[in-house]
């Protein structure tokens, strides 16, 4: 069941005249990024060759490339978490899904993996630029799978949170600003504070993200995506499950 709706939102995204816009735009913005990060990288080439532990390509184009994607998903996704449940109950169409056989956790899970794997599509671009770095030069290959295993946990977290104020109200725009509103305060909360035990820097999912953007694999960090994660999809899971039971 979570399987059939999930391929439904693929569907329905990919009708979307919209859609294929933003794709479009988004692999403008990914090239424009790589190209300005690889005019950067050959103009310092002749410095970094006389470092004797000089950084490679992958740490100096791939990983500022997948930070930059970070950021642009934090704006992106709001736009597409908003139509999840916000647009359904605004189009009358709620209530025919909730009476439907399916449980109010296989509607929250196929609308969260069907948006993921959208969104990942649409980010493939940037792993297959950035191999194309591979034709000329050695490739990091652990930093590039490192930042593409935070990218997926990252977008999954973005997802959640964005799902749940999507399951909150009937306005999709009040869905999408809430959504921002609430991924953009916790990065400026993060680096806005100054002190180093400061609980927002727990909080944010982008300061999260730096370990796995510096090619380091940590548990505790991975363990944080998976509960914030899942933390949202089970308060969005309890609110479909209240519009079932109350109307």
């Not at 100096?60 to 642009?72: G, H, K, Q």
């Not at 290959?141 to 799902?163: E, K, P, R």
């Not at 180093?196 to 993200?209: I, K, M, R, V, Y």
């Not at 089970?234 to 609110?239: I, Y």
Request: proline share 4%; aromatic share 10%.
């Amino acid at each position: 069941m979570i399987r059939l709706l999930a391929l439904r939102e693929l569907r329905s995204l990919f009708a979307l005249p919209s859609t294929w816009f933003i794709l479009a735009a988004l692999q403008f913005v990914f090239a424009w990024f790589f190209l300005a990060r690889l005019e950067a990288f050959l103009q310092l080439q002749p410095q970094l060759a006389q470092l004797a532990n000089a950084p490679g390509v992958t740490a100096t184009i791939a990983a500022p490339m997948f930070n930059t994607v970070a950021l642009l998903l934090m704006m992106l996704v709001p736009m597409f978490t908003m139509r999840l449940i916000a647009e359904e109950r605004r189009n009358q169409t709620l209530p025919l899904l909730l009476s439907s056989p399916l449980s109010s956790r296989h509607i929250v899970l196929g609308k969260f993996f069907g948006l993921l794997v959208f969104l990942m599509l649409l980010a493939c671009g940037v792993p297959l630029m950035l191999y194309t770095l591979a034709l000329g030069t050695a490739l990091d290959h652990g930093l590039m799978l490192s930042n593409l295993l935070g990218l997926l946990l990252l977008t999954a977290s973005y997802v959640a949170i964005g799902l749940y104020i999507s399951a909150l109200t009937s306005q999709p725009v009040i869905a999408a600003i809430g959504a921002l509103a609430a991924l953009a305060g916790l990065w400026l909360a993060d680096i806005g504070a100054t002190a180093e035990d400061s609980p927002w820097h727990a909080l944010s999912p982008l300061n999260h993200f730096q370990s796995f953007n510096s090619g380091l694999l940590d548990s505790g960090d991975a363990a944080f995506f998976v509960l914030f994660s899942t933390a949202f999809l089970l308060l969005a899971m309890r609110r479909v499950h209240n519009n079932r039971i109350y109307g």
